[in-house]
């Protein structure tokens, strides 16, 4: 942690955080405000929140993620439209409220940032301000629009020993791990590919790979490792948007949400995984009224392994259907050794899903570590997805990391 930084439960509170919140709370009580300076044996974490309604609001409720948490105080949420401001301010149980977050940010000092707007067009601004306010982030995913802002991001906070968690809440689910010691006992032997599908609703092809790509692409590396290279084909209403011949190369687009331009109505993708694993990823629009949900299968020589895509993911295992149906028949059963099987609905909310995140979060703050959904894990999620629309509007295989970290569908700056 920073040197003016202590976690809670640390036996006393470091001289430069004192004077912080001193100052903090002259100013609050020069203006009438109440300030409650926590015991040296539990000091709090000061929190804030930025939002930004009708440009991504505040994500999948980040701006509840401290609400479990006794060590956390939310001191002020920020947000430029007056009504969804006092909105959150109610959920989140915020004591102040800010029009502008750079202004809250300097005034309140916070320990711990929620970035929260969905769409990512000012995710990289949000980031870096509360970063050289000296304030650990967690940040909404996909982590930027470019690489370049999420390189920027990353260097910034190793600069300042801070540590940014990227709101990939699946990863956190308790059966995933689980999922993975089981494998590598061999429980389905080599694993030979994994197949990753899109959840192909309105958003199928270029939008889907990025607003929920990052999720599965956060899974595939987990499981698989880094990937070295990457192909795709992406077709826009039946036409190959990579050059051929006097072909005209199809433009980009803009989504329904602000997360930068996108491509394709159709994308099929594939990756090299080391030890020889094939990974491939599909969303197509053809595919948007089938009933599958979003998700992978993870192939081995003695078995396949279904993930359904939900807060706490559904696993299933291939099994024979029944005891007296021929070998040849099978079905998906779910995974008799998942520990979330009996799990109430209650903790498969986003609301539980942040405060696991959350919690490794202010844990990998005390230890020092980087957290299991960590910035750098966000970034390479984006890679992957960005490495897709690259492949496909050249024809050919890219490697990874990419060389170019400007988004692959934009004009390099400058």
């Not at 077709?235 to 997360?259: F, V, W």
């Not at 994308?267 to 948007?288: D, E, K, L, M």
């Not at 021929?326 to 099987?341: C, E, I």
Request: net charge positive; hydrophobic share 40%.
């Amino acid at each position: 942690m920073p040197e003016n930084r202590r976690a809670p439960g640390s036996a006393t509170i470091p001289a430069a955080l004192n004077r912080r919140r001193f100052l903090s709370a002259c100013v609050l009580l020069s203006a009438g405000g109440l300030f409650h300076l926590p015991a040296a044996t539990a000091p709090r974490y000061r929190a804030a929140i930025i939002g930004h309604t009708a440009r991504g609001n505040y994500g999948h409720d980040l701006d509840l993620i401290f609400g479990h948490r006794q060590d956390v105080q939310v001191v002020a949420v920020a947000d430029p439209n007056p009504a969804g401001r006092a909105r959150a301010r109610e959920r989140s149980k915020a004591i102040r409220e800010y029009e502008n977050y750079r202004d809250m940010l300097e005034r309140e000092q916070p320990d711990l940032v929620s970035v929260a707007p969905r769409w990512t067009d000012q995710h990289h601004a949000m980031a870096r301000a509360s970063l050289q306010a000296g304030a650990h982030v967690y940040l909404e995913k996909p982590i930027t629009k470019t690489l370049a802002e999420a390189d920027e991001l990353l260097t910034l906070a190793s600069s300042k020993a801070l540590k940014i968690a990227v709101a990939h809440q699946m990863r956190m689910a308790p059966n995933i791990p689980a999922l993975k010691a089981a494998l590598e006992t061999g429980w389905v032997g080599d694993l030979l590919e994994i197949r990753a599908h899109g959840k192909q609703d309105r958003r199928a092809g270029g939008e889907d790979l990025i607003v929920l790509g990052v999720h599965l692409f956060d899974f595939m590396r987990y499981f698989g490792g880094n990937p070295t290279w990457c192909s795709a084909r992406i077709l826009e209403h039946g036409q190959d948007i990579a050059p051929s011949g006097n072909a005209p190369r199809i433009s980009p687009r803009q989504p329904t949400e602000n997360i930068g331009p996108v491509v394709g109505t159709e994308i099929f993708a594939q990756f090299a995984f080391p030890h020889g694993v094939h990974g491939t990823f599909v969303s197509s629009a053809r595919r948007q009224n089938h009933d599958r949900p979003w998700g992978m299968e993870l192939v081995g020589t003695k078995g396949i392994i279904k993930i359904e895509m939900e807060m706490i993911p559904r696993i299933l295992c291939m099994a024979p259907a029944q005891r007296e149906a021929p070998s040849r028949t099978f079905a998906w059963r779910p995974w008799a050794a998942d520990p979330t099987l009996a799990w109430p609905e209650a903790e498969r909310t986003f609301l539980r899903a942040n405060a696991r995140v959350v919690d490794d979060w202010l844990k990998a703050i005390a230890q020092n570590r980087e957290p299991v959904c960590s910035g750098l894990s966000g970034m390479r999620a984006l890679e992957l997805a960005h490495a897709v629309f690259a492949a496909g509007l050249s024809g050919a295989r890219v490697t990874l990391p990419l060389e170019r970290r400007h988004h692959p569908l934009e004009p390099i700056p400058g």
